[in-house]
């Protein structure tokens, strides 16, 4: 049997995370969130400066020493709230107010990289042979002109810093549903057993369906009553007898059947980006025609 489920607030306080340690409390978070995007803004002024000499190129690594080690507590902290109770929208506010940060702060510093290997290797060597300070950064420097050709201009690294977001966006939306105090909803099975369907749940309910020779599928249905179309969409098991059973990857089927023949089926193997891409067109034109 399953044992039930604690709330937050009645398990004790050393068997739950300590956070203090990274701030004590939310105002002291929001002073460095606060620093924290004064020195991005900093940092982006100094574009066009490592040219300068030995000084400022050390005074850029350094000041992204400081961004980073800010960064990683000012992320940390709601971030590792946000695990402890994701139904608390505050903190899940605040969380997504720092990963815009995280992408401005990507767009801030993507001016760097292109701009060192704009100059010659050589002089950089002879800088760090004069500084000590900077030559703490040798390897850093060094393994930056090795991997030179993997590295984009400065148009492309900016682009690529404003992707940030977008590219995040599956994990996090998947780290939500797997791992939030969601409430689960309760399903009657075919052999009527009522179940919870938790993360754990379903998994089991495939397993089960593997065992019994069957597959899950999304299926889609549509049939005619009179002048009366019903529709429904659901994932349901089906068998080897199911003309659905063998349709995996990306592929998809569409089943008619008639009053004069029992079964007609169309496939669609494996559809690449173009057929995926002239869908989208055209429901976008549709939409845009008010076509129903």
């Known amino acids: 049997m399953k044992p039930q489920t604690r709330v937050r607030s009645e398990i004790p306080d050393e068997y739950r995370w300590d956070l203090s340690s990274i701030f004590p409390t939310w105002q002291a978070w929001d002073d460095a969130f606060v620093s924290l995007e004064s020195l991005i803004a900093a940092f982006a002024a100094r ?21 980073g080690q800010l960064a990683y507590s000012v992320w940390y902290y709601p971030s590792l709230a946000h695990d ?44 760090m042979a004069g500084s000590a300070e900077l030559a703490v950064y040798r390897f850093a420097i060094e393994n930056l002109y090795r991997l030179q050709e993997h590295v984009l201009d400065d148009k492309g690294e900016q682009l690529m810093s404003l992707v940030s977001r977008f590219d ?19 399903i ?40 009366q179309v019903h529709a429904r969409v659901a994932p349901q098991p089906v068998g080897p007898e199911s003309p659905l059973y063998g349709v995996e990857g990306t592929s998809s089927i569409v089943t008619f059947e008639t009053d004069v023949l029992s079964q007609l089926s169309i496939v669609e193997g494996n559809p690449g980006p173009e057929t995926t891409a002239y869908g989208l067109l ?3 034109i549709s939409a845009a025609r008010g076509d129903k």
Do not use: H
């Open 47 to 67: 574009r066009g400066s490592l040219a300068s000499g030995p000084d400022t190129m050390l005074g850029a690594f350094q000041a992204m020493d400081e961004l």
């Open 84 to 127: 402890e109770d994701q139904r608390d929208n505050e903190i899940g506010a605040r969380r997504q107010r720092v990963q815009i940060l995280m992408a401005r702060w990507q767009q801030a510093t993507s001016w760097f990289n292109p701009e060192l290997l704009a100059l010659p290797l050589e002089r950089v060597r002879e800088w």
């Open 168 to 186: 995040s966006a599956p994990s996090d939306a998947y780290e939500a549903l797997s791992t939030a105090d969601a409430k689960f909803p309760a």
């Open 188 to 227: 009657t099975l075919s052999d009527g057993r009522r179940v919870t369907v938790s993360y754990g749940e379903f998994r089991s309910i495939l397993a089960t369906a593997r065992q019994q020779g069957q597959r899950w599928k999304l299926v889609c249905t549509a049939r005619c009553e009179g002048a």
């Open 282 to 284: 055209a429901d976008f």
